[in-house]
């Protein structure tokens, strides 16, 4: 008798996990273990039968302890399963917001090389413009002492090339003086030599 009773039991307690299938195979085997303790009951003497009684009631009270306890368990079960899937969820997510973040931080960081690149190739032009604006300084600066040098070249110039004409037209004077004198001596010559 006790043993069929902890069979029951232990039909009851061994396939905690596997479902509502499995609670109503349960209450099956459940009904013909006590329909087969209540035929044997019918067989026994009343001293039996009331100690029996005892017996059963305990056994029904474990049963039904036994019971509430495995539908608790069941319902732990079902709400662990519910916290899993519910942790499997945030747990995608998480790994889903860690890929978009690392995307974020391979994009930032392309960004920042390229930002600092372009850092880069523009402290260049703002040194060549400095180094422009340098040299147009200095010759800003040294404009006038050009323009002075210009001047004075200028004015050697027009100082050399006004004594060159007045030098040409001498030798063009001179020259023609002495084509003059030649052509006397020539002439002057012809005429003592027809005289002669």
């Known amino acids: 008798m ?4 902890l069979q029951s039991v232990k039909l ?7 479902g509502k299938d499995d609670q109503t195979k349960k209450k099956k085997i459940n009904r013909v273990v006590f329909k087969t303790e209540i ?17 059963d009631c ?8 036994s019971f509430n306890l495995i539908s608790s368990m069941f319902e732990l079960e ?5 916290l899993y899937m519910d942790l499997q969820n945030k747990t995608t997510l998480i790994q889903q917001m860690k890929t978009q973040i690392e995307q974020q931080q391979i994009r930032h960081q392309q960004q920042i090389r390229q930002h600092s690149q372009e850092k880069k190739e523009l402290l260049l032009k703002i040194q060549n413009l400095e180094k422009q604006c340098e040299q147009q300084k200095k010759y800003i600066e040294q404009q006038p002492q050009y323009e002075f040098e210009a001047q004075e070249w ?10 060159f004409h007045l030098q040409q037209e001498t030798l063009v004077r001179l020259e023609a003086e002495q ?12 005429f003592l030599n027809q005289q002669n």
């Open 154 to 163: 200028k004015s050697r110039f027009l100082k050399l090339n006004k004594q």
């Open 12 to 18: 009851q307690e061994s396939p905690i996990q596997k």
């Open 179 to 190: 084509q003059s004198s030649q052509r006397r001596r020539i002439d002057g010559y012809n």
């Open 58 to 65: 305990v056994a029904v009270e474990n049963k039904i302890s």
């Open 78 to 82: 079902s709400k662990n399963l519910d």
């Open 2 to 5: 006790i043993t069929k009773s």
């Open 39 to 55: 035929d044997e009951n019918k067989n026994l003497p009343l001293g039996f039968q009331t100690q029996r009684k005892s017996y």
